[in-house]
């Protein structure tokens, strides 16, 4: 236990620099209050494409520019953007009314239409765009008529899904003819839609820029200009926080909580996340394609002294393969407790001869995943369990473990922006997800289950059994070493006056100075 807790050099860096500006006081820059939000970014996106979903913190930036057909509020409520009407006219077809009156940023490409929904959602389903995988496998087979300039029709075949309404909020509809006019791969840099912000610049490593777009068709936003300042290390962050350079900081580390709120210019946001942390296993590889193995690895795991010691109590052990503020969670679960001792039992009943198991995490991604990733690794040699364990930079580590090419038991940050159930299962469980590879040998009946609740509209009474007794068996069957669920902790500005979303999505909509 002793290596794992050592992270703390750059810890205790951290708590210093935050002790001794808040003593001598420093304000640096920064545009005047009022014109200017900036807020801290912990990387570089890959790209600004409304196809290309591989990280919230990329999402969240392009969506204040390109607006979902469909979006949750921080109570979980759905509300209608892009789409202001919905209804099922059966279990194969679904009715759509897009608003009237949204005009792209630039004037040239009009108001927003529905041959633009048709277009936008038709190419999220190509298999060759990085949003498909997040999309229900009906969905992804699903087809859009347009009827009229202002509706689509929405047919699903199989039969599904009465959760169509949350799984629009993927949904980023852009103007067709901008897509295919200003020549290759110019969207993917510039995106360009009906959003309360229009995009201004991105300088790669630097800064991405937006400003109020004057013709907005809803509420005008109280910021000017939104400055998403790319900064990987959360020292520097932390600084520019500090200094009054960065308004809204997020992934605080536990450690620093109580120094930020000395500092009467800053404060911390908590809400419970939606986001949890796992280690996806990969099940169709030996040793780890012996259940007894996989149930082993999470009997070792002590998620009480990780929440204790390592997030401060500021994350909640997972008691199942959910995240703990999903309505339909099944509460009567209790996950694997901490039992070394049945750990040890289950490796010698599952014949294991030591073989190396690869454990792997980013660095920087979550709130202390590196760190996270070093615990696991402990408790798993403890039982006997020789490890090789390899915290890597998000852009090198993600993009293996969402292709299905990675060994081993790797750290993943699920937020379930629907706030479904079985948006866990039809993500990392079943085909046509990003962790289908890793779940093979899986319970043939799980696809028929979620297609059966599919079926269904989320709160139905109906859907509880099937989803308790689902939620039960993937415990069972242990596809994932489960962690915690996070408490996701922001450092934000006095000036500001802004609340985090459970999602994890830094929507800044509603965002306006402190008088």
């Known amino acids: 236990m002793q290596n794992w807790g050592e992270s703390s050099v750059k810890t205790v860096a951290i708590c210093v620099l935050i002790a001794l500006l808040a003593l001598t006081g420093v304000t640096v820059g920064g545009e005047a209050p009022g014109q200017t939000l900036t807020v801290a970014q912990p990387f570089n996106p890959t790209e600004l494409s409304p196809w290309t979903i591989t990280s919230l913190a990329t999402f969240d930036i392009w969506e204040h520019m390109i607006e979902p057909l469909t979006a949750l509020d921080r109570k979980g409520t759905l509300r209608g953007v892009v789409a202001e009407s919905w209804q099922m006219a059966s279990p194969t077809e679904w009715t759509v009314k897009i608003r009237q009156g949204m005009r792209f940023h630039d004037p040239k490409y009009g108001e927003l239409t529905a041959e633009d929904v048709k277009y936008s959602v038709d190419r999220a389903m190509r298999p060759d765009e990085h949003i498909r995988p997040l999309l229900p496998k009906v969905v992804q087979d699903s087809k859009i008529e347009v009827v009229d300039r202002y509706t689509i029709r929405w047919r699903l075949n199989p039969p599904g899904t009465g959760s169509l309404p949350s799984v629009m909020t993927f949904l980023h509809p852009t103007s067709r003819a ?20 229009r995009f201004v610049e991105w300088v790669t490593n630097q800064r991405i820029v937006a400003e109020a777009h004057p013709n907005y068709w809803g509420p005008k936003p109280a910021y000017n200009r939104i400055v998403w300042r790319i900064i990987p290390d959360q020292l520097t962050a932390l600084n520019a926080l500090q200094a009054g350079e960065v308004d809204v900081f997020q992934f605080v580390p536990p450690e620093a909580v109580a120094d930020i709120q000395r500092n009467p210019r800053t404060r911390i946001a908590e809400v419970k996340s939606a986001r949890m942390l796992f280690m996806v296993i990969n099940a169709s590889e030996p040793p780890l394609n012996n259940k007894l193995i996989r149930q082993a690895l999470n009997y070792a795991i002590d998620k009480k002294t990780i929440v204790d010691q390592l997030y401060r109590g500021k994350a909640i052990a997972l008691r199942a393969p959910m995240q703990e503020v999903i309505p339909e969670l099944a509460t ?29 995490s980013s660095i920087g991604r979550y709130t202390l995943d590196k760190e996270l990733g070093d615990a696991v690794s402990g408790m798993l040699r403890k039982v006997g369990i020789k490890v090789e364990y390899k915290p890597q930079e998000p852009g090198t580590y993600f993009q293996p473990l969402l292709q299905g090419k990675a060994s081993g038991a ?21 085909p046509g997800g990003q962790g289908d590879l890793y779940a093979r040998g899986r319970p043939a009946h799980w696809e028929r289950d979620v297609a059966q609740i599919s079926l269904m509209s989320p709160g139905d009474p109906r859907r509880k059994p099937v989803l308790d007794r689902l939620q039960a068996e993937a415990l069972d069957w242990a596809p994932w070493i489960l962690l915690v669920n996070l408490v996701d902790i922001y450092a934000v500005s006095d000036r500001v006056d802004w609340e985090p979303f459970p999602t994890e999505f830094r929507n800044f909509y509603d965002a306006k100075p402190r008088r």
């Not at 694997?336 to 039992?345: I, K, L, M, S, V």
């Not at 009943?349 to 198991?357: C, D, H, K, P, S």
Request: glycine residues 16%; charged residues 25%; neutral net charge.
């Open 332 to 360: 009567g679960l209790k996950g694997y407790p901490y039992d070394p001792e049945r750990a040890r039992e289950l490796l010698q009943q599952a014949g294991y001869r030591g073989e190396t198991i690869k454990i792997g």
């Open 178 to 197: 901008y897509v295919e006019g200003e020549g290759k791969d110019v969207y993917k840099r510039h995106p360009m839609g009906t959003g309360p912000y």
């Open 410 to 430: 790797n750290l993943v940050g699920m937020g379930n922006i629907l706030m479904l159930p079985e948006f866990v299962f039809t993500l990392w469980l079943l």
